[in-house]
């Protein structure tokens, strides 16, 4: 099968930022299908430019043998204007031939939506091919940008947002949604159940294994606790400064705990200039890495922080890159978000809290520092039998493969050979 995944943030393991298509991509590759991946040449994550001008006029690079398709589009940084027209500038851009795959067309289109405009575009190409679209539901758009508080309900793009998702949720071929329990609000939106699928995120153990063991870090001077992602309003990275405050009064343990903070985001300085105003000393900040050099980085930690806003929007569930890649590595995790599912509590992987009490998190801290390895280390397991078992990529293309066989490819035969 011939396979297009649109997503305008999508990334090879050498940038930073989630690989998920690219996993996918690859491991349908060695299925026998050909897949190409058509992103944005800059980056949402690191804010500099992916391809350069010589690399797009070549239309598709292979990065460890995924075909990638870059779309030129300006640069931007924050949640500003520029950023809304960095995304009208990709959805419009991939409907021009010149900035789409030479080599094959496609049997099906997978949309995604990290924001609904390229998602739409995506529909409109499926059309134009003939071809069956399947639309990724990543966020809940625009609820999502409303209860967060980036955007009033009654704003012009909230109103457009809305019309695209419930156009997207009626139309759509099939739905493949991360979020486990947001079938209801689909539905609502038009979507028939029989055409909503669960294909969470996902690890690949195999690649992890290669490359180091993961083992205990040696005994140190500090206990350290890790959090790696995007540091954004929804992360939640002030009740951490928060309980590192609570964690310095206790003179037993500031000499022996370590926060560390690894990524960047909007909130991100100012987080830094609140830790400095509080000279809180417990915490570090670091940059983000690629996606490859992540797990050597994660494996230096003793435990993890998964946290985020308390806020309904996280009622339809989550699925964190994130969350997956710590329970990889085998460590405690204090799990903080008022989700509809919670993976640490269902495997036995740690400690979960209320995401609006530093007390809490304070505390659990406290907690999986004092507790001793043999405890710690059965933390470790349990998140990792877990993951594998229920998370590894291996099966999530089994259940992938399975829905684009039953939804196509359409009789495409008058496509066949054809070249843009």
Known sequence: MRIWIINHYAIPPNFSGGTRHYNLAKELIKRGHEVCIIAANYSHFTHEYIAAPAVLSKNITVVEGVPFCWVPVPKYFGNTPRRLWNMLIFAGRILRKKYLPINFTPDVIIGSSPHLFAAFSAYILAKRYHVPFVFEVRDIWPETLVLLGSISPHNPAVTLMGWIEKFLCKRATAIVTLLPDASKHMIANGAALTRIHWLPNFIDAKVVFQQKPILHVEPNKYFTFMYAGAHGLANNLSLVLKAALLLEQDINLKDKIRIVLIGDGPQKPALMEEAKAQNISIVSFHNQVPKAKMYDILNQADAFLMLLLSSPVFKWGVSPNKLFDYMLMARPIIFGVSSSNNPVAVSS????????????????????????????????????????ANHEVSNIVDRLEKLLSDVGPVDNSANLGLKH
């Open 349 to 388: 992987a740690g400690l979960t809290i209320n995401p609006d009490s530093p007390e809490e998190l304070a505390h659990a801290m406290r907690t999986i520092a004092e507790l001793p390895l043999s405890a710690r280390e059965q933390m470790g397991m349990n998140a990792k039998a877990y993951v594998i």
